[in-house]
């Protein structure tokens, strides 16, 4: 969903979820932070951070095995002007 670089100059992946995340959101990053790899570099650090409310208990293990981070964030509610 976002595509950066960290303080450190890193590349950085960001997947956005609102709602809980599965390992299906999981591997959606992990091919991001792949092609990212591919077309930056073999030797390329890529950061892959997954942000939603919660993760489930197997998203946090692939999280953890592909060495991919997490951030729970809640979504702002929709504010009327």
Known sequence: ?????????????????????????????????????????????VRGILVAPSATDRARELLAEKGLEFVSLEPRAHLDD
């Open 1 to 45: 969903d976002i595509y950066g670089e960290d303080g450190a100059g890193r590349a950085v992946a960001v997947e956005l979820k609102r709602r809980r995340a599965g390992p299906d959101a999981v591997g959606q990053l992990a091919r991001y932070v792949e092609a990212l790899q591919r077309d930056l570099h073999a030797n390329a650090a």
